[in-house]
């Protein structure tokens, strides 16, 4: 059976400058380091979804993602080839759910190939010391896989509703120009945890796997605590579950393909690997897919 | 040929407040010396007291349930498309996924939940999507949302507007509805949704736009509405055409057009649009409410939908066309063929008195 696989990843990693990128130059950084690296062209991307959740100014209409489709010039015109761009927000599960739409769409056959962007920032002037975090960009071309088997397997989203308060993001309109308020309860990484350990067995399960068939682990980089609790919520030894929080900071949605990134140019992963792909958000949402490289 | 979705449930939730577009306008500190009325057509709108954009979101979802044939534990899928995430006083809220609060207030437990946004274009984005989910076979069933809680949008245009030609004008429009559809698989050939298509323009991005304000608190809707109206109108009549043409339909099959309900006037410039591209007379299809609810955002063409159900316009077999036009520039048009959901809709509004 074809899957969906990741044609092409960009990223934009975190960095330091004098002044700071807006999430606008990292969404677009990432989307041509994506692009570039592609078979595809631009006017090829049938859909775009931006799924980052923290944008610059703090707009809310139109879509980032028409911002991001102008600035990578795909499409921009009506009429000719066209591109359907549009935002999904669900927190640091975003790119997966978006992963999962457009493996829909093509497999429905209403679509060859897609894009995904994210990219996170935190642009106020004062920002909230508790509500700071590393701006990053990271972007995906998908398409169907040529080869039988490779590419994502089964899409799983362990959402616990009941938990949806442990983490909320804000704008706080009261000031000019907005604030960014987020908050984190302490029982967060119990809840990413506890959904994780139901999201990967779920995951597995569905495709047929034990954990001895994944060669690594890709987590999104919550925090070095989470990460050294995780390999055994996840029933996984801890040399498989990728590590990177000693240079790598939590960047919300973009989180687990910047440690893809980072595990691919390290030689971790390549064909013939299977990695497990784990990220976590707001709602409380824990995804989990496998993927077969 | 691709399976076919349809309306299989639909719910309204439309706040009991009629505010009038004079009362607005006597509202704005600086008030500008257009008749407002006159030039949008617009006489009132909704206005939401006391309970916010979710609160809408979630009163749209329990009143679509309640007509529904599935129980909340079996949706498979909820897309919540609201742009205006006011869910408490003087606040935008980002996470969670306002899915996912609609998910735990109406007990949908193994819903995939998580909102789409795309300005006016939401909702048929949200069906959309949807639409693929369903026919990929991932999901059999799910509810498409939206709570619009726009007018604190307007608030903050009567403090800030100085003129008649100011920018944040459009925000004076708008008005507050909760919005909910959900869509499964059509069982037969001849109903359902035959086409939907979205398509951005996004060169023309810089038309409108909505964000915090800069000069004191409160979000502010930026819109430069003779160019968005320009650039709109020069394009969606071909993307018209081209949904009739995909349909199979010319313009005598039609028997509605919901345009998304800007204002009297902008649809009376778009059927304008439409007639000068075609070439032709059109039959009186278009409808129009917006001098009772004004702009709804992604709320609109439910809501066209819902009153126009219950006016007894809208019958079963009735051919409707959607157009909508949105910030991004985002075109989209949607082609359906009403099953029996005009009769049942009726029957259960008026079962249970008005929604």
Request: net charge neutral; proline share 4%; hydrophobic share 40%.
């Amino acid at each position: 059976m074809r899957h969906c696989r990741i044609e092409s990843l960009g990223v934009s990693p975190p960095r330091r400058s004098l002044f700071g990128w807006t999430s606008h130059r990292h969404a677009v950084v990432a989307g041509k380091r994506c692009l570039a690296a592609s078979k595809y062209r631009p006017a090829d991307v049938r859909i775009l979804v931006n799924a980052g959740i923290h944008r610059d100014g703090h707009v809310c209409e139109p879509a980032i993602a028409c911002y991001v489709q102008h600035a990578l010039d795909i499409n921009v015109d009506f009429h000719g080839r066209r591109t359907l761009a549009f935002d999904l927000l669900n927190g640091g599960v975003g790119m997966f759910n978006a992963a999962h739409l457009l493996t829909a769409q093509m497999l429905a056959g209403e679509i060859q190939v897609g894009m995904v962007v994210a990219s996170e920032v935190n642009t106020d002037r004062r920002p909230d010391p508790e509500s700071t975090f590393a701006a990053s960009g990271a972007a995906l071309i998908l398409d169907l896989s040529p080869r039988n088997g490779d590419g994502f397997g089964s899409f799983v989203f362990d959402t616990r509703e009941e938990n949806a308060d442990l983490y909320t993001a804000v704008v706080d309109l009261k000031p000019a120009r907005g604030q960014l308020i987020v908050r984190r309860r302490a029982e967060l990484e119990d809840a990413y945890l506890a959904g994780g350990s139901a999201a990967v067995a779920e995951a597995l399960s569905r495709d047929g796997l034990r954990p001895g068939d994944v060669d690594l682990v890709v987590p999104a980089q919550i925090s070095p605590s989470f990460l050294k609790r995780l390999p055994a919520a996840i029933g996984f030894p801890k040399e498989k579950v990728a590590d990177f929080t000693a240079t790598l900071p939590d960047t919300l949605t973009t989180s687990v393909f910047l440690a893809l990134d980072r595990a691919r140019a390290a030689g971790d992963l390549g064909p013939g690997k299977k990695a497990l792909l784990l990220a976590c958000g707001s709602g409380v949402t824990v995804a989990a897919v496998t993927y077969q490289f | 040929m691709p399976q076919k979705i349809k309306i299989e449930s639909l719910g309204i939730q439309l706040p009991d407040k009629a505010l009038t577009t004079e009362e607005l306008m006597a509202a704005c500190r600086h008030r500008p010396r257009l008749d407002l009325e006159k030039l949008t057509g617009i006489a009132e709108r909704r206005v939401a007291v006391d309970e916010y954009a979710a609160d809408l979101a979630v009163g749209a979802a329990r009143k679509a349930l309640a007509m529904s044939r599935y129980a909340p534990e079996e949706l498979d899928a909820i897309v919540c498309t609201s742009i205006s995430k006011h869910h408490r006083p003087d606040e935008f809220s980002f996470e969670p996924a306002t899915a996912v609060l609609v998910r735990r207030a109406v007990g949908a437990k193994k819903a995939l939940v998580f909102d789409v946004v795309n300005a006016c274009a939401g909702l048929l984005n949200g069906i959309w999507v949807l639409q693929g989910l369903i026919r990929s076979g991932t999901i059999r069933c799910g509810m498409v949302v939206s709570g619009e809680q726009n007018m604190p949008l307007a608030w903050t245009a009567t403090r800030e507007v100085r003129h008649s030609l100011d920018r944040q004008l459009a925000a004076l429009t708008i008005g507050d509805c909760g919005a909910a559809v959900i869509v499964d698989g059509s069982t037969d050939e001849k109903s359902g949704f035959h086409w939907l298509d979205l398509v951005t323009g996004a060169r023309h991005d810089h038309y409108c736009y909505s964000k915090p304000s800069a000069r004191g608190g409160g979000g502010i809707l930026i819109t430069k509405a003779r160019g968005l109206q320009i650039v709109g109108n020069a394009n969606f009549p071909a993307y018209l055409k081209q949904a009739l043409d995909a349909t199979g339909w010319d313009v005598n099959d039609l028997h509605h057009v919901i345009p998304h309900q800007v204002s009297v006037r902008a649809i009376r410039q778009g059927i304008k649009a439409v007639k000068s591209y075609m070439g032709c007379d059109l039959p009186d299809v278009f409808l129009c409410h917006a001098e009772k609810y004004g702009n709804t955002t992604t709320a609109s063409h439910l809501l066209a939908l819902h009153d126009f159900m219950l006016q007894g316009r809208i019958q079963s077999g009735h051919n409707v066309l959607l157009v909508s036009g949105a910030s991004g520039i985002v075109i989209s048009h949607a082609t359906f063929t009403l099953d029996d959901l005009p009769e049942r809709y009726r029957a259960h509004v008026n079962g249970r008195g008005p929604g």
